[in-house]
C-alpha cells in the first residue's frame, strides 16, 4: 500500500511567525530608506519565496534590488535571532496532531518558503522535528505555487498524488496541491481568508486542529 503523507505548511499553519516576518520586512525596508509595508500587504505574501515576495511588495524595484532587499530580509530575521526577538508559537493543539498522526502511521511532511536552517530551528525549538520525514523549503526549489515541493515530499517518502494531502493557511499552498494532484486542506486561523483558500479549490477549511484532524481522515 502506496504510504499516506500529510504535508504541512510552516508559517501561518503549524507556527504564528507573523511578528517576526513584519519585524524582519521592516528593517529591511526601513534599511533602505524605504516606507516599510503594512502587516496585511506583509501577511498576504508569506508562503512565497523572499525574492518573489518582495517583488510584489515593490514591483516598481528591479530584480537585482528584490534579491538585495531579500538579503536584507535575512539578516535582519538573524539579528532579531541573536536578541532572543523572534516568535514563532505553535498554534493551538498543532503539537498534539502532529504526534497523533505519526502515531497512526501516517507519514509527515513541511513545505514552506523557510531556509532550511530556518525551518531547523522552528521544528527542534517545539521539539517535533524527529516527526518529519521529509522537508522541503525555498532554498532547493522554485517558490510555491510550484509544485516541486510538493512532488520532491511524495518522492521521499514514498506515496502518490491519491494518499497524500496538503494543509496550508495560503492560497499558494491549495495552488501547489493541485498542481501536484493532491488533497488540498486550509486552516482558518493564518493569514489568507477561509473564503480565498475555498475559491483556490481547497478541499475544506478546519477552524481549529481537531477538525483539521478529521478532514485529514477523510480520505
Given at each position: 500500500?502506496?504510504?499516506?503523507?500529510?504535508?504541512?505548511?510552516?508559517?501561518?499553519?503549524?507556527?504564528?511567525?507573523?511578528?517576526?516576518?513584519?519585524?524582519?520586512?521592516?528593517?529591511?525596508?526601513?534599511?533602505?530608506?524605504?516606507?516599510?509595508?503594512?502587516?496585511?500587504?506583509?501577511?498576504?505574501?508569506?508562503g512565497?519565496?523572499?525574492?518573489?515576495?518582495?517583488?510584489?511588495?515593490?514591483?516598481?524595484?528591479?530584480?537585482?534590488?528584490?534579491?538585495?532587499?531579500?538579503?536584507?530580509?535575512?539578516?535582519?530575521?538573524?539579528?532579531?535571532?541573536r536578541?532572543?526577538?523572534?516568535?514563532?508559537?505553535?498554534?493551538?493543539?498543532?503539537?498534539?496532531?502532529?504526534?497523533?498522526?505519526?502515531?497512526?502511521?501516517?507519514?509527515?511532511?513541511?513545505?514552506?518558503?523557510?531556509?532550511?536552517?530556518?525551518?531547523?530551528l522552528?521544528?527542534?525549538?517545539?521539539?517535533?522535528?524527529?516527526?518529519?520525514?521529509?522537508?522541503?523549503?525555498?532554498?532547493?526549489?522554485?517558490?510555491?505555487?510550484?509544485?516541486?515541493?510538493?512532488?520532491?515530499?511524495?518522492?521521499?517518502?514514498?506515496?502518490?498524488?491519491?494518499?497524500?494531502?496538503?494543509?496550508?493557511?495560503?492560497?499558494?499552498?491549495?495552488?501547489m496541491?493541485?498542481?501536484?494532484?493532491?488533497?488540498?486542506?486550509?486552516?482558518?486561523?493564518?493569514?489568507?481568508?477561509?473564503?480565498?483558500?475555498?475559491?483556490?479549490?481547497?478541499?475544506?477549511?478546519?477552524?481549529?486542529?481537531?477538525?483539521?484532524?478529521?478532514?485529514?481522515?477523510?480520505?
Amino acid at each position: 500500500m502506496t504510504n499516506r503523507l500529510a504535508v504541512f505548511d510552516c508559517d501561518g499553519t503549524l507556527v504564528d511567525s507573523q511578528h517576526s516576518i513584519c519585524a524582519a520586512m521592516a528593517r529591511a525596508f526601513e534599511g533602505e530608506k524605504l516606507t516599510a509595508p503594512d502587516r496585511v500587504a506583509i501577511l498576504s505574501v508569506v508562503g512565497l519565496s523572499l525574492p518573489l515576495a518582495i517583488a510584489r511588495l515593490l514591483p516598481e524595484a528591479e530584480p537585482d534590488f528584490h534579491d538585495h532587499l531579500s538579503e536584507r530580509y535575512k539578516s535582519a530575521f538573524q539579528q532579531l535571532r541573536r536578541e532572543c526577538a523572534v516568535s514563532e508559537p505553535l498554534y493551538p493543539g498543532m503539537a498534539d496532531l502532529i504526534r497523533d498522526l505519526d502515531t497512526d502511521g501516517w507519514l509527515l511532511g513541511v513545505a514552506t518558503g523557510k531556509s532550511d536552517r530556518g525551518l531547523g530551528l522552528c521544528l527542534e525549538h517545539h521539539g517535533i522535528s524527529g516527526h518529519f520525514v521529509t522537508l522541503q523549503t525555498a532554498d532547493r526549489h522554485p517558490s510555491k505555487p510550484h509544485p516541486s515541493m510538493l512532488l520532491t515530499a511524495m518522492a521521499e517518502a514514498g506515496a502518490c498524488p491519491e494518499t497524500t494531502v496538503m494543509i496550508g493557511d495560503t492560497s499558494f499552498d491549495i495552488e501547489m496541491a493541485i498542481a501536484a494532484g493532491t488533497r488540498a486542506l486550509g486552516v482558518g486561523w493564518g493569514y489568507h481568508e477561509p473564503a480565498a483558500l475555498m475559491a483556490a479549490g481547497a478541499d475544506g477549511v478546519a477552524m481549529d486542529s481537531s477538525e483539521l484532524h478529521r478532514h485529514i481522515l477523510a480520505q
